[in-house]
């Protein structure tokens, strides 16, 4: 069994090592004393002993790892650098000196960036930081390896403002970015001379690519999933295409991973298969493969899924080329210790966890599943072996997409029979037709027919994407049911690989689990009341959930939606109702008055404990403070942000609590947990 291989131990017990120095988020030193002292006691062992197979070294070895995982998560905080920018300044006004490093997907209100801080007050610093500007009227923007120098402040990265929505302060976190700067238009310096890094190479490779392919008369649309399929960039893909992808369950074809490098190391070991007839033929071989899936990777962004994919086939290359029978786990296990080792961050992103868990179902499920059926006839083998490889991989990564994205494509097997067979041909293909636009020799019919092939493949994909009815959307699932349900799958595929009355007895006892925590989640949600102000802008949204049911007030029902949804999934909601807002609400012991904008007083006699203000009504604070007495004044986001400051500031001076859920996020009334 592969779980009995150390290599598969090693990297499970760093991952724990890695997921435990995460959240408790310590000082270096404590991982690194702790690290130390286990070499330490690991080192005796093993010389009194002689042995590297007992309980003692094997149990110490697995401390260690455990100390090593949490000692590199640590380190690999930029935070916890000495030099790092937030340890030497505060967020007030600094002269920084940063570069571009990454030009992120533009929106309506402004160009995003990811920079590099290289100096704060002309002190050396590093970090990285989160860039925002106003777009250009010239629509002109920064590139990678730019230096800037301006002055101004650092502020936190917004957290999610209402319930269950997705935290794009978290996830930047894991990129070892905790702030933002607003860089206001025409008030920074561009500096001449730049340091090249990198990035910057790739970018300006990537960037003479697509306007060579542009010259080639290839369309917007196809120009944009070549970006993603060959180039690893996906920020020009529309949105409408990117949902056909997504419903399709084909969006793994746009995220250069293992599969266009699997297809890759098989195309190079065919082109270079001559190489072999000279002296050191495969080892030449080896180093020219190497050398391209490196260049390729530093060409895509560097991004978690095409190290993760660059680094597990050069150890397999490695493998083909010592010509050994090697242990495809064992492989896997290898890549993911090493890479984890380097970029222990890595594990947090969504990509990467998806990214390993495909591989390691494919190397899992395919053989048993190959094993229930092997036809004679060839054209329903090749169905079969890739409907199975399909399979495997939506097995492996199916409760880490249902707890993030809450759907699954029903009809993924189809647009991934009708893709994958040809993706060889596309990529390969592909790498030629930008090899050719770069030399100015690619012929207009080989970049019409090239325009044809990806015109037709987003042709199959939206078709498939439409069938809404085979789109099973809003699946509620929370961490503990993907734990539980990678142990099941686990224990039925170990019961399949060897039957036997006691893994039988593992898998129905980790079903009755299941179902078991299903039926307490619904308990404890229908024993569950509370009422919530949200935050939307210009709009007022209070959910008031009582049990599986919730009800629904709001001046603007159809922008409310997203909200609604995004709670109901999480909460396992089952009716929904949609109720007039009312002027007064009375939550256990505290009356809630809605203060709107005809500005009108609670009736005389009626002491409202708290008061929300909605869409900016025109009233004296002061003496309205001086006259009801509230306990607390709530703003939410259908006030202008002006009348807000202001309101702020009063209840400041009259020592009145202040909640703008614009800033501190949704209120909760908890009324029955």
Same mark, same amino acid.
């Given at each position: 069994? =592969? =779980? ?52 003692? =070294? ?13 000692? /590199? ?68 923007? @920064? #590139? ?16 999610? @403002? ?110 270079? /298969? ?38 597990? &086939?050069? &150890? ?29 961050? &890595? ?13 390691? /179902? ?8 190959? #094993?229930?059926?092997? !036809? ?22 199916? !409760?880490?997409?249902? &707890? ?175 109720? !007039? ?30 008061? @929300? ?61």
């Amino acid at each position: 069994m =592969f =779980f009995r291989q150390n290599s598969v131990k090693l990297s499970l017990f760093l991952i724990f090592g890695i997921l435990l120095g995460y959240f408790l988020d310590t000082s270096p030193g404590i991982p690194l004393w702790c690290t130390i002292i286990s070499f330490i006691l690991l080192a005796i062992i093993y010389y009194r002993t002689g042995k590297s197979h007992s309980v003692s =070294f094997g149990i110490l070895a697995a401390c260690t790892t455990l100390c090593i995982g949490f000692l /590199a998560v640590n380190l690999a905080q930029p935070k916890n650098h000495a030099d790092h920018y937030s340890r030497s300044t505060d967020s007030g006004l600094h002269l920084y000196h940063l570069q571009i490093q990454e030009v992120l997907k533009s929106n309506t209100f402004s160009d995003n960036y990811i920079a590099s801080v290289l100096e704060v007050d002309h002190r050396q610093s590093d970090g990285m930081i989160l860039l925002s500007s106003k777009p250009d009227s010239l629509g002109q923007r @920064l #590139k990678p390896d730019q230096q800037i120098v301006f002055y101004g402040s650092y502020g936190e990265i917004n957290k999610p @403002l209402n319930p269950h929505q997705f935290s794009y302060k978290s996830y930047l976190n894991t990129l070892g970015i905790y702030h933002r700067i607003q860089l206001e238009p025409h008030l920074f310096e561009i500096r001449d001379q730049s340091l090249s890094t990198p990035y910057g190479w790739t970018f300006k490779i990537r960037e003479n690519i697509i306007a060579q392919l542009k010259k080639a008369q290839i369309g917007q649309e196809e120009l944009s999933i070549i970006q993603a399929l060959l180039l690893g960039q996906r920020t020009d893909i529309s949105e409408d295409t990117y949902t056909n992808y997504v419903n399709a369950g084909a969006i793994h074809i746009l995220a250069v991973s293992g599969l266009h490098i699997g297809i890759l190391l098989l195309i190079l070991q065919y082109v270079l /298969a001559p190489l072999k007839q000279l002296k050191h033929g495969q080892t030449i071989q080896l180093l020219v493969i190497l050398a391209i899936l490196w260049s390729y990777a530093f060409l895509a962004g560097l991004s978690a899924s095409i190290v993760r994919a660059v680094s597990m &086939f050069s &150890f397999l290359a490695y493998a083909m080329f010592l010509n050994r029978p090697t242990n495809s786990f064992n492989i896997l296990a290898l890549s993911l210790f090493f890479i984890l080792l380097i970029e222990p961050m &890595f594990l947090f992103q969504v990509g990467f966890q998806m990214s390993y868990s495909a591989v390691f /179902a494919i190397l899992w499920i395919y053989p048993l599943l190959q #094993k229930l059926w092997s !036809p004679n006839n060839l054209i329903l083998k090749k169905t079969w072996q890739l409907t199975s490889v399909s399979i495997a991989a939506q097995l492996g990564v199916l !409760p880490i997409a249902l &707890f993030y994205f809450h759907q699954f494509p029903g009809l993924f097997f189809i647009s991934n029979l009708a893709i994958i067979p040809f993706l060889g041909i596309i990529l390969g293909l592909g790498i030629l037709v930008i090899i050719l636009a770069v030399t100015h020799t690619l012929p207009s019919f080989i970049a019409a027919l090239y325009n044809e092939m990806i015109s037709f493949m987003n042709l199959i994909v939206g078709w498939v994407g439409k069938q809404e009815s085979f789109i099973f959307r809003n699946i509620s699932f929370d961490l503990a049911q993907v734990i539980l349900g990678y142990a099941l799958l686990a224990s039925v595929l170990v019961f399949f690989s060897k039957r036997s009355p006691k893994r039988l007895f593992i898998s129905m006892a980790l079903v009755m689990c299941f179902q078991s925590y299903l039926i307490y989640a619904k308990y404890t949600g229908q024993h569950k009341e509370e009422i919530i102000i949200l935050h939307q802008t210009r709009n007022s949204v209070l959910f008031h959930r009582i049990g599986n049911n919730l009800s629904i007030s709001t001046t603007n029902n159809i922008k409310a939606e997203s909200l609604q949804e995004d709670y109901n999934t999480a909460e396992r909601i089952e009716t929904v109702n949609h109720v !007039p807002l009312k002027n007064a609400y009375n939550i256990q012991d505290q009356q809630l008055y809605i203060l709107d904008s005809t500005g009108m007083y609670p009736p005389k006699g009626y002491q409202p404990d708290l008061i @929300l203000v909605t869409q900016s009504p025109k009233l004296n604070l002061i003496r309205f403070i001086d006259s009801i007495k509230p306990k607390q004044i709530i703003a939410d986001g259908s006030n202008y942000r002006s009348d807000v400051l202001r309101w702020q500031r009063t209840c400041e001076q009259k020592k009145v609590p202040f909640h703008y859920t614009g800033e501190k996020g949704a209120f909760y009334f908890i009324v029955n947990d």
